[in-house]
């Protein structure tokens, strides 16, 4: 079983940059493509940002939603078992509750996941965005 916490949420204004942490423990060593999500009220759930773990002979690839391409970065320290999400140049369409989601996926499947190819899940960070 795997436990995700995520963190670093708040309330920012447009233009604002915050850093989400996820904290994975348990039986995380299987568990090869993570990603952020987030859901806004009456929205469905969407996916963020995704990265596929490197196997050593291959570093880690990362993905993107075109709405966050070029303002958003995940990555991770393998050393802390901490995956993260900077967000810089926020707006009030980000405003939305963030979770932290990890899967075991082929790198191309890991690319095109969507929600209902992780079964692991955070309980959520909520981020704010005011204009």
């Known amino acids: 079983q795997v436990q995700l916490v995520e963190s670093g949420g708040g309330s920012v204004q447009a233009g604002g940059s915050l850093r989400l942490s996820c904290v994975a423990s348990g039986y995380i060593y299987n568990r090869n493509c993570m990603g952020w999500f987030r859901q806004a009220p009456g929205k469905q759930r969407e996916g963020v940002a995704r990265i596929a773990i490197g196997n050593g002979r291959v570093g880690d690839r990362t993905y993107y939603a075109d709405s966050v391409e070029g303002r958003f970065t995940i990555s991770r320290d393998n050393t802390r078992n901490t995956l993260y999400l900077q967000m810089t140049s926020l707006k009030p369409e980000d405003t939305a509750m963030y979770y932290c989601?990890?899967?075991?996926?082929?790198?191309?499947?890991?690319?095109?996941?969507?929600?209902?190819?992780?079964?692991?899940w955070g309980q959520g960070t909520q981020v704010t965005v005011s204009s």
């Open positions: 989601a990890a899967a075991f996926l082929s790198p191309s499947g890991c690319r095109g996941s969507e929600s209902a190819d992780f079964g692991d």
